[in-house]
């Protein structure tokens, strides 16, 4: 069914994958903080610099990829997405 909501598991993996967790940013912050912490997580990760692999969620530490920060920039260009992740970054926050 394509048009099922997704199964707990997958919504639970889209939550972990919140940009502003990944990034390491407040749900305010703007597209080019945004931008500059992505390229320097990514240069981070490049040069395999410790605890560059790891994030912090409310769930517990996730580990980090550049894959997953490109998406993570990815979500926050879009502002549909980015929207929906700052709903649920204030909620988990407050």
């Excluded at 997958?10 to 967790?21: E, G, I, S, T, V």
């Excluded at 990034?23 to 981070?44: F, I, N, V, W, Y």
């Amino acid at each position: 069914m394509p048009d099922a909501a997704p199964e707990p598991e997958n919504r639970r993996r889209l939550h972990l994958a919140n940009p502003f967790w990944v990034l390491e940013l407040p749900p305010d912050a703007s597209a080019l903080e945004a931008e500059r912490q992505g390229a320097k997580l990514l240069a981070m990760l490049a040069a395999s610099l410790p605890d560059a692999d790891r994030y912090e969620t409310p769930l517990g530490v996730c580990t980090r990829t550049a894959e997953v920060v490109r998406q993570a920039l990815a979500d926050i260009r879009d502002p549909d997405r980015r929207a929906i992740h700052e709903w649920w970054a204030r909620g988990a926050a407050g």
